[in-house]
């Protein structure tokens, strides 16, 4: 895992966002897999600007969002549907049917989540996935758990993951308490991974994540097993 520890927010975002450059500059049909929270805001903002001075064309890339809650409107502002919509993808050229996320109104959640893995696998996997950490060490709404699924799948959210998100909604009882979320084994296969975090909060888990060993309590920690994980991260995120 290469470590890029970076002054401030700002830096980390800039740092992530040249990452992206670079890799849709040498594939423009990159398929770029998409996360959500208040980390990568940022990254997304300076992937506007370079869309908008023409530094970065994504009219041939692929996306696929990590996650969505469930049940959730697509308009809900709080969907991250919604989401993507506002902080990207309405700020960039990228072609709206390759712009794909999972479904949180659908009435079959499990066909939704096959059918999405099928989608992914159909365009190769995923060349570059952008991932935030949550807390407990999440990646995705991947939750700590004895039983880790491997694919797309419906899961329940843990009680800390709920209080966290509350920040979003008017109160924790608005939070969805299940969510759709693209599986472990789907995130190791990505080519390349950026795992970005930032602030005080997030220091006890990249503590955790470069610790020795792999705990099997933090779902993050499989990202050891990966050959091209660079962490990106700011100087109140990171332990040493």
């Given amino acids: 895992m290469r470590i890029t520890v970076c002054e401030n927010y700002d830096e980390m975002s800039k740092k992530a966002a040249q990452l992206v450059l670079a890799q849709v500059t040498l594939k423009p049909n990159s398929v770029l897999g998409f996360a959500t929270g208040s980390t990568p805001l940022g990254l ?20 696929f969002n990590l996650d969505e809650y469930y049940p959730i409107k697509k308009d809900d502002p709080n969907s ?114 950026i795992l970005m975090a930032n602030g005080a909060g997030k220091k006890q888990v990249i503590s955790e994540l470069l610790g020795d060993g792999m705990k099997l309590n933090l779902p993050a920690a499989l990202l050891k097993l990966h050959p091209d994980v660079t962490l990106i991260c700011d100087k109140e995120a990171y332990p040493k």
């Fill in 44 to 63: 997304y903002e300076n992937l506007s600007e370079m869309c908008s001075a023409g530094q970065i064309d994504f009219s041939n890339t692929v996306s």
């Fill in 80 to 193: 991250y549907n919604a989401y993507m919509q506002e902080n990207l993808f309405s700020k960039i050229n990228i072609k709206r049917e390759n712009a794909h996320l999972l479904n949180g109104e659908t009435d079959d959640p499990e066909g939704e989540c096959e059918n999405y893995e099928r989608m992914i696998g159909r365009v190769g996997g995923i060349d570059m996935q952008i991932l935030g950490i949550g807390s407990n060490g999440h990646i995705g709404f991947n939750e700590p758990d004895s039983v880790m699924y491997p694919y797309t799948h419906i899961t329940h959210l843990t009680e800390s993951t709920i209080k966290a998100n509350s920040r979003f909604f008017s109160s924790v009882d608005e939070v969805p308490k299940k969510a759709l979320t693209v599986g472990i084994l789907t995130i190791l296969n990505s080519k390349r991974i």
